[in-house]
């Protein structure tokens, strides 16, 4: 692996290949012979039901479905409807009742003891409490997988350096948790994710503990990690607003069923179940009906960029200010200043023409003050 740098890795089975020889990974994953590609997560009639002293509880109800390899997967759902529970049985921390998961088409019930040791390191996890050593600095926390593994000493340095430098926390390596931001934290939860160097990463809540911008920050760390890794990611979270900004696929579970499941944007755009809907209400809410009727998750050619900026204070952000910002003409739809808990708080929502296409168009606008989300498009002629 000598001189493989992250920044360099575009081809996921090499990294995995090249990884640590304790677990050296078969051709069967890297989507040759017709079998599914290193990253795919299966599950068929899988069901699980919980048995305690106050009864039954059936937590998931026979669940088909294919997670492709290198997607951004959202599970969704309300409370109890099974998302945890989904969530941990691609890696067996929790052993289905019935049905099968397989990952790159093998089932993982079959691994011995050594087997499921080896599929672990293959299947990354963050957390939303980020569950780091607070005993340890940086540098050890990321170490603590490849230390358990039995990776040469001379490995293990680099590697972490590696895995820092991914997530932008070089400069922390010798830091401890409790002098860390929630978002470095779990920055530091990712980097210790991503040493194993594994093909898949569950993510369990792993904003939920964050504000608006360092959320932000951190989907746009997981976007990145999965563009050029080429790493699935599979992610639970009660927040919509993170399946809109960061995901490619949803899956709406509801009482341990599929309720529906797709592509973001077709779910989102056009949510054909009761659960769906009440899920999405509150990104709308306090939008005015029309532009909620409007919006839509994904740029049509030609749309403009609804932008939601939340400010403290008394100052808006200036229009003219705002346009230069966006390299682009701006248009206002609504604002406000709301108190809450004794705080001013403003609203604005503004379209950026043609700006759908533009990653950047937010952080510039960020810059001028606030918390900046993208919260849809809107077609120019609307
Ligand atoms: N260990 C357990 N023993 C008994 N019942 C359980 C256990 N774990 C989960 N359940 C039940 O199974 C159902 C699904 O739980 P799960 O945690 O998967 O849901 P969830 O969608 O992740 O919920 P939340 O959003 O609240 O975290 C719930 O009714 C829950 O109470």
Redesign the pocket.
């Known amino acids: 692996m000598a001189g493989l740098a992250f920044d360099t890795i575009r081809d996921p089975a090499r990294w995995i290949a090249e990884g640590t020889p304790a677990r050296a990974l078969p051709a069967a994953r890297t989507g040759q012979e017709g079998r599914p590609a290193a990253g795919t997560v299966r599950f068929e009639a899988l069901s699980?039901t919980?048995?305690?002293a106050?009864g039954e509880?059936?937590?998931?109800d026979s669940i088909d479905l294919e997670i492709p390899a290198g997607a951004i997967f959202g599970i969704i759902?309300?409370?109890?409807?099974?998302?945890?529970?989904?969530?941990?049985a691609v890696n067996r921390l929790?052993e289905p009742t019935s049905g099968r998961v397989l990952i790159d088409g093998a089932p993982i019930a079959a691994l011995d003891t050594d087997g499921l040791v080896a599929l672990r390191r293959r299947i990354g996890m963050i957390f939303q409490h980020f569950n780091l050593l607070s005993a340890k600095t940086v540098r050890q926390n990321v170490a603590l997988p490849l230390v358990v593994a039995g990776v040469p000493r001379a490995e293990i340095g680099p590697r972490v350096d590696e895995a820092l430098r991914l997530v932008g926390l070089e400069a922390k390596a010798e830091t401890y948790p409790s002098r860390l931001s929630g978002g470095q934290k779990q920055r530091v939860g990712i980097a210790r994710a991503l040493v194993s160097r594994p093909e898949i990463l569950l993510c369990d809540?792993a904003t939920s503990a964050l504000d608006p911008e360092t959320t932000l920050s951190i989907l746009s760390l997981l976007r990145d990690i999965n563009r050029r890794l080429g790493i699935t990611i599979v992610l639970?979270t009660?927040e919509m607003s993170v399946i809109r900004e960061a995901c490619s696929h949803v899956l709406v579970?509801e009482a341990?069923r599929i309720a529906e499941t797709g592509p973001v944007w077709r779910v989102f755009g056009a949510p054909e179940h009761h659960a769906t809907r009440a899920l999405l209400e509150p990104l709308t809410r306090g939008l005015p009906e029309d532009l909620a009727a409007r919006l839509r998750p994904h740029p049509a050619p030609g749309a403009a960029t609804v932008l939601r900026i939340t400010y403290s204070g008394r100052e808006a952000p200036d229009l003219s200010a705002l346009a230069a910002a966006a390299a682009a003409p701006v248009r206002l739809l609504q604002a406000g200043i709301e108190r809450i808990q004794g705080h001013a708080v403003g609203r604005m929502l503004v379209a950026v023409a043609a700006a759908g296409a533009d990653p950047g168009v937010e952080d510039r606008v960020r810059a001028l003050g606030g918390v900046v989300e993208r919260i849809g498009y809107v077609a120019t002629d609307d």
């Open positions: 699980k919980y048995r305690s106050a509880v059936r937590a998931l759902g309300r409370s109890g409807a099974g998302k945890s529970t989904l969530l941990r929790e809540e639970i009660h579970l341990g």
